[in-house]
């Protein structure tokens, strides 16, 4: 590998965000557009009439329900890093897309609302990054309003979701009284003004904390409450250690408002200096470094009509490790087949452009005419790698869809294994009637289904009640025992939107008795097995 590459490859910065809905994690995404100058002004985030939006959401849906529902990546420089932020939906009924976006970073920014302190779903998505014990830095929200004591709110973080603070900044006041905060590794205040929210703001430091400036601008009540807090925060919490931040043992907080545009700029700072550089993803016989030699990635995420116009599926790919560069010749190992990537896109500043070359820790997009799956690795490497982790979950909510215009079966039929390859919806075709039965995991990704096939598939369709409560994926090693099984139990085998041989029970009990008579045939929850 060339002494560039491998340059670059260092540079890489990937994470998401995690938060509970409301917490701001919309408002800080577009922030960071703003700091990374991906965007020049920062509109107002939830579309109210036809100000500005975030440049993440991209779907009809959201603009409509207000909910983060695409998975999308964005990039830009910063502080001699390339950033990649991956957005993640914020509703917890498109979770699997969140699950899947933690499997492509190496780092992840928990946003708490700090009004309110830890919230329900922030403790489930603690709980994946745990499983891959990603670094979490934290960025207490939502300073301009009346806070929380932040005492308290750090020893709820420590409590609840058992990761240890690093406090590095300080607030000083908070609501109509937030003048700003105190970094307590650097031993100087930055002064907050509101109003700024919008664009770039100026700074005003104070270095050291017994500044006579400092204590002119806040006056002597606020500075010696200061002092008071900074003496007991400084004996009562942890320094930052990056050892222990690398394993996901500690967590560096930063305190300030995304809304008033203060203290996301000193996260990204940290961010930057400390995140991890791409790291090493495993593999089924073992894993693969990021400065591996040769080039892989897998896709986790599938998105179909980003751009109407052009009703283009787009696979996005996490480059695991080495250098893409256009026109490159790699192994698709599931189908075991070589394609040449010509047109992969890239979210520099927030524009889908053609890449030239990307590196480990990049998103790229490639075109999916329906060959691409999510999960699937692609690389130069001869001999085939499966990546682990990745999860396709069974579906826990089912219903039969119906057509309005019976003419119309072919369209429903593309669209939904499109939106099926997609991974939040899963369709199952039962093998004995012409039935289309739809699951989800959340009730609101039914209402989602059913509105893009209207607006992106022209196709009016409506649900039904259907009697399936589980749905497995089958598979058996003895040909002549599985010809068996499928013969007896034809009532309840589907295929599911990319063939695969799927056992649908009516209830648990069905799924045990069935699970008992056929011991030799496996059945899995999910699909990545
Ligand atoms: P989410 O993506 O995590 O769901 O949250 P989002 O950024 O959409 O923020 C949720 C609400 O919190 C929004 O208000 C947003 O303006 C507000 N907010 C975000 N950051 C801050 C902050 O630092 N201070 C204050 N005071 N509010 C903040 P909303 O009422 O839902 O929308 P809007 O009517 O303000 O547009």
Not at 249 to 276: E, I, R, S
Not at 291 to 303: C, L, V
Not at 408 to 436: A, C, H, T, W, Y
Not at 452 to 476: D, F, H, M, Q, S
């Amino acid at each position: 590998m060339s002494n560039d590459t491998l340059e670059q490859i260092q540079q890489r910065r990937t994470f998401a965000i995690i938060s509970h809905p409301d917490a701001g994690k919309t408002t800080i995404t577009e922030k960071l557009l703003l700091v990374g100058q991906v965007i020049q002004t920062a509109g107002a985030v939830k579309g109210k009439g036809n100000q500005a939006k975030a440049k993440s959401d991209w779907m009809e849906i959201e603009k409509q329900r207000g909910i983060s529902v695409t998975t999308s990546a964005m990039q830009f420089p910063y502080n001699g890093c390339m950033v990649n932020l991956l957005d993640t939906p914020g509703h917890e009924d498109f979770s699997e897309d969140t699950y899947r976006t933690l499997t492509a970073v190496d780092s992840a920014l928990m946003v708490i609302d700090a009004t309110k302190g830890v919230e329900e779903r922030t403790i489930k998505l603690m709980e994946v990054t745990r499983l891959r014990s990603t670094p979490i830095l934290t960025f207490m929200n939502k300073l301009d309003r009346d806070i929380r004591d932040p005492l308290e709110l750090l020893d709820e973080v420590e409590d609840i979701l058992k990761i240890k603070c690093a406090p590095i900044t300080w607030p000083i006041g908070s609501g109509k009284f937030f003048k700003g905060v105190y970094n307590i590794v650097g031993d100087y205040a930055v002064m907050y003004k509101s109003g700024q929210g919008s664009k770039i703001q100026e700074v005003v430091r104070f270095d050291g904390i017994d500044n006579p400036d400092l204590i002119q601008a806040i006056g002597e009540e606020f500075h010696q409450q200061l002092k008071d807090e900074l003496e007991l925060v400084q004996g009562a919490s942890n320094e930052f250690d990056k050892e222990e931040f690398l394993e996901g043992k500690l967590t560096p907080v930063f305190f300030g408002t995304a809304l008033g545009n203060f203290g996301v700029d000193h996260m990204l700072d940290y961010l930057t200096a400390y995140a991890p550089a791409p790291q090493a993803r495993k593999t089924l016989d073992g894993e693969v470094a990021a400065t591996a030699p040769e080039f892989s990635g897998f896709i986790f995420k599938i998105q179909a009509n980003m751009d109407p116009k052009h009703r283009d599926r787009v696979a996005f790919m996490r480059i695991v490790s080495g250098k893409y560069t256009r026109g490159m010749k790699v192994n698709q190992h599931r189908i075991g087949k070589e394609i040449t990537i010509n047109d992969a896109l890239t979210f520099l500043a927030g524009d889908r452009t053609n890449a030239e070359e990307a590196y480990a820790g990049d998103i790229i997009g490639i075109h999916n005419h329906g060959t691409i799956q999510i999960g699937d690795a692609f690389s130069t490497f001869k001999e085939p790698v499966k990546f682990t982790g990745i999860p396709n979950f069974a579906p826990e909510l089912f219903k039969r869809i119906r057509l309005k215009d019976p003419l119309k079966m072919k369209q429903l039929l593309k669209g939904l294994i499109q939106l099926s390859e997609e991974g939040s919806v899963q369709v199952f075709r039962p093998l004995i009637n012409n039935d289309l039965i739809v699951g989800a995991i959340g009730v609101l990704q039914f209402d989602v289904v059913v509105n893009r096939l209207k607006n992106e598939y022209n196709v009016e369709a409506i649900y039904e009640p259907v009697n399936v409560a589980t749905a497995r994926w089958v598979e058996c090693d003895d040909a002549k025992k599985f010809e068996e099984f499928k013969r007896r139990c034809e009532g309840n085998l589907a295929l599911d939107g990319a063939d695969n041989l799927t056992y649908i029970a009516p209830n648990m009990v069905n799924l045990n008795l069935t699970q008992e008579k056929y011991p030799d045939v496996r059945f899995f929850s999910t699909r990545e097995h």
